[in-house]
């Protein structure tokens, strides 16, 4: 067991493409950490150059309290699991679990008995015989697991494990390898770019992009206080909703106006963005999660502004409300995120063909039309602002 | 008239087609089979169906006949099982090593390398005829091993001749395992030898040994060469030797040919039954995956 250390690390590639760039991260001992982000941010690059598959370009990374930079793989002490489980075809299953312990020269009997662990651990018993491709995905799954805990490593490192899984198997596979994760106490770097898989798993989430890491957090701190706009459209789903708006003076207050709406925030309402007075007069990106945005009927004394509806859905415990304002949504580049909807997938009201750019949970059962205008609330303890030009939240 | 049921009626000129390719295929061997078995001793006597069947032909390639020539035939067969066995083998682990690098490692001179065995691919093997035999002779007188005349010389002849085409195969077959093999077996410890050994070679098996087979069956029927640098009768291999039955004058031995060339044809015979559940296999993965 041991804490995982980046300091300054970059990697640049033969071709020139800058892959990881100044990365600085400490992972603590027996920490989740999930790294996570769009593809091609670096996020796996990351993961290999801890694994030792891939050379560092500069700075360090430490294991423990030593620098592997120049230490093959096998000397790090780390295992690795892999998107396609990379199990070898040509071994049952108990020759898979056991590769590792053969190569370090293991005694017959401990390896035995390493092996009939891990495969009580996870349900492999029955299936020690067979050869990988006679398992079901899951099982495959499994068996990658097998053969990195076996040799209870210092690091687990998992690159997008539970891809190749469907949905249903996903869910089930992420509770058991959190459970297992917290079993064992190992430290491990989990890659994914579902940040569903990021929020449920980890300790803390690294979010990722191009190459540069945007925000370390537990998940709800990610959520809840986004350190940009990257990290503001790519964590929930759907993602947030974001506008262009303006800071302004109100009597003693400041407010924000949004769609020709000025809405008081009362001071000590906007805590968690302290430098928001610097910034009145000018104009910001306000942000509002969907789950803040309210019908102003259920509201009353909050400032309302008027939204058109374009698009309802019933999910039963509530409903999803795609509207049209009067306000210009800002777009964030978070191309590759999973399940979540991107701003040109919001749908259109072909009808009359306005296009929606604002998502909101509506109770379930409520009665509302799609074309008419519709009164909207929203939550002023939980709105987000950010800095037009750089993208950093008015912290 | 068409009778959707009998389709032999519509379709009877495919059978034809077939009949006549199956005759053109087999009458040859036929000829050689009956030949081996013929009591006469000439080829413009012989008939397909022969007036007297004999074992004599068979006897006389392994038991000199009193006041008869000294029979080589056991000789020669050795040594061309020998030079067929040690070929394929080194064929294919030389291969496989360069194979494994080109397919692997990425290095100054990849790209090139590549490129130029396809390209001595190219040309045809008897183009070499002159410039080898002139190596060999020159070897010889520093190296006597690999001179003229000697069997070992042969082999480095051989070993030299398909390897870019085997190579092209083997990497081939080698880039359609992923390399997620590599790297996981890399983190559990294995070193680059033992990654080659215990991972990818065991998956390699088909390709290995298709490999393996053609430059066995290759070189147990290979004439031209051996021809070039062999002298004596007792040094031959099975095609030369068993083309001397036949190739001295006033003194044809058909008989003794077509027998020897029966038996000449067992090992191959073994060899493609055990590997033919690779062949297509081997062959369809290597070239088309990856």
């Known amino acids: 067991m041991a804490e995982v250390r980046f300091e300054h690390v970059d990697k640049v590639f033969d071709n020139g493409v800058k892959a990881v760039s100044d990365m600085t991260l400490d992972i603590r001992d027996g920490e989740f950490l999930v790294l996570v982000g769009p593809s091609g941010c670096g996020k796996t690059t990351a993961l290999r150059m801890v694994a030792g598959l891939e050379a560092i370009s500069s700075g360090t990374v430490s294991i423990g309290e030593k620098i592997v930079n120049d230490l093959t793989s096998k000397d790090r002490d780390i295992a690795m699991v892999f998107q396609n489980y990379a199990l070898y075809p040509h071994l049952s299953v108990a020759d898979n679990i056991a590769f590792g312990l053969r190569l370090r020269k293991e005694s017959k009997e401990k390896i035995a008995k390493q092996v009939e662990w891990a495969a009580k651990l996870l349900d492999l018993l029955p299936y020690l015989d067979r050869r990988p491709k006679e398992l079901s995905g899951g099982q495959r799954q499994r068996v990658a697991m097998g053969r990195a805990i076996v040799r209870e490593p210092k690091v687990f490192l998992m690159d997008e494990p539970l891809s190749n899984l469907d949905a249903k198997l996903r869910v089930q596979m992420r509770a058991e390898i959190s459970n297992l994760q917290k079993q064992l106490g190992t430290t491990t770097i989990y890659v994914t770019h579902d940040q569903v898989e990021a929020m449920t798993m980890g300790d803390r989430v690294a979010v990722m992009s191009m190459g540069v890491l945007q925000q370390v957090a537990p998940p709800q701190e990610l959520y809840d206080e986004p350190a940009n706009l990257f990290v503001a459209g790519f964590i929930g789903t759907p993602p947030m909703n974001l506008f262009d708006a303006r800071i302004e003076k109100d009597d003693d207050n400041i407010a924000v106006v949004l769609a020709g709406v000025k809405i008081s925030l009362p001071a000590d309402r906007n805590w968690r963005y302290p430098r928001l007075p610097d910034y009145v007069g000018r104009n910001i990106v306000l942000g509002v999660r969907a789950e803040d945005v309210h019908a102003a009927e259920t509201k009353p004394h909050w400032p309302a502004i008027t939204g058109r509806l374009g698009l309802l859905e019933a999910l039963g415990s509530s409903q999803i409300g795609y509207l049209h304002i009067d306000a210009t949504k800002v777009a964030i580049s978070t191309s590759a995120t999973s399940a979540s909807t991107r701003p040109e997938d919001l749908p259109t009201e072909s009808a009359s063909s306005f296009v929606t750019n604002l998502v909101a949970y509506f109770p379930p059962r409520m009665a509302m039309k799609t074309g008419t205008d519709v009164r909207i609330a929203l939550d002023t303890a939980n709105l987000h602002f950010f800095d037009a030009q750089t993208g950093e939240a008015l912290r | ?290």
Request: proline letters at 4%; glycine letters at 8%.
């Open chain 2, 1 to 290: 008239m068409s009778d959707p049921t009998n389709r032999y009626n519509d379709h009877w000129w495919r059978h034809l087609v077939v009949w006549l390719a199956v005759c053109v295929a087999v009458l040859p061997p036929l000829y050689v089979v009956t030949a081996a078995f013929n009591a006469d001793q000439t080829l413009s006597g012989s008939s397909l169906i022969p007036r007297a069947l004999t074992l004599e032909n068979f006897k006389g390639l392994f038991v000199q006949k009193e006041g008869g020539a000294e029979v080589f035939f056991v000789r020669w067969f050795r040594s061309s099982l020998i030079i067929a066995v040690l070929n394929a083998f080194f064929t294919v682990f030389i291969g496989a090593l360069a194979a494994y690098a080109f397919s692997r490692f990425r290095f100054k001179g990849r790209r090139m390398g590549m490129l130029f065995l396809l390209l001595i691919q190219m040309f045809p093997g008897l183009l070499n005829l002159v410039a080898i035999y002139l190596i060999v002779l020159r070897t010889g007188e520093v190296v006597p091993a690999l001179g003229l005349n000697k069997l070992t010389a042969l082999l480095v002849v051989y070993l030299s001749g398909a390897m870019s085409v085997n190579l092209w195969l083997m990497k081939g077959f080698f880039d359609s395992i992923p390399a997620e093999l590599d790297e996981s077996a890399r983190v559990d410890g294995a070193t680059p030898a033992q990654i080659f050994w215990g991972v990818i070679l065991p998956l390699a098996v088909p390709v290995l040994s298709v490999v393996g087979m053609f430059a066995f069956v290759g070189t147990l029927n290979e004439f031209i060469t051996a021809s070039v640098l062999l002298e004596t009768v007792d040094n031959f291999t099975l095609p030369l030797g068993l083309q001397a039955y036949v190739g001295t004058s006033y003194e044809e031995n058909w008989g003794s040919f077509a027998a020897g060339v029966l038996i000449a044809q067992i090992p191959a015979i073994i060899g493609f039954v055990f590997v033919q559940k690779y062949i297509i296999s081997g062959l369809t993965q290597g070239s088309v995956k990856g």
